[in-house]
T-cell receptor
């Protein structure tokens, strides 16, 4: 079993829909949780960073962490075609990031 | 300012050859990381450099892999006697130290193909 599980999708939604992404993990030492966005043939770009449990909102993006359930989520409101990318969850207890497999999202115009 | 840069962007080599991949971190970032992204394995940690401290090499998959960081800046990842399973995208990231290490900035990667 992988340390971080993420459904690879693919996920296809119409423009304006809410995109819901999630990851589960097994290492209870993880305290730092991140979501990265990766466009084709590009490096991952940090979207959201959360420490411990709780919610964080940044524009159309909301990240949630539930450490008791070892479950994290990312919601994208009012999705746009430019949101089409692969979304990677990542987490760590220090500097070494453990990544999910990534979910490929397509937002249809 | 400039982000993390990597070269070459693509590298095709024959099995058994050695390759060198280069990473230029963001200026002022003292921490540097190498990751590998391959189909079926996702993104996996390889090695971590922080200042003058001994690097964390725990993610290197075999002794054919090595990395160095000169002058606390540029890093080179070397793969000796390449194998087909080494084909992947090699990503470099950098960050500040301390709490800043939570925010890692990635380069565009080097796509390595071993024939």
């Amino acid at each position: 079993q992988k340390e971080v599980e993420q459904d690879p999708g693919p996920l296809s939604v119409p423009e304006g829909a809410i995109v819901s992404l999630n990851c589960t993990y097994s290492n209870s030492a993880f305290q730092y949780f991140m979501w990265y966005r990766q466009y084709s043939r590009k490096g991952p770009e940090l979207l959201m960073y959360t420490y411990s449990s709780g919610n964080k909102e940044d524009g159309r993006f909301t990240a949630q962490v539930d450490k008791s359930s070892k479950y994290i989520s990312l919601f994208i409101r009012d999705s746009q075609p430019s949101d089409s990318a692969t979304y990677l969850c990542a987490m760590s207890d220090d500097y070494k990031l453990s990544f999910g497999a990534g979910t490929t999202v397509t937002v249809r115009a | 300012g400039a982000g993390v840069s990597q070269s070459p962007s693509n590298k095709v080599t024959e099995k058994g050859k050695d390759v060198e991949l280069r990473c230029d971190p963001i200026s002022g970032h003292t921490a540097l990381y190498w990751y590998r992204q391959s189909l079926g394995q996702g993104l996996e940690f390889l090695i971590y450099f922080q200042g003058n401290s001994a690097p964390d090499k725990s993610g290197l998959p075999s002794d054919r892999f090595s990395a160095e960081r000169t002058g606390g800046s540029v890093s080179t990842l070397t793969i000796q006697r390449t194998q087909q399973e080494d084909s992947a995208v090699y990503l470099c990231a950098s960050s500040l130290k301390g709490v800043g290490k939570r925010t890692q900035y990635f380069g565009p990667g080097t796509r390595l193909t071993v024939l």
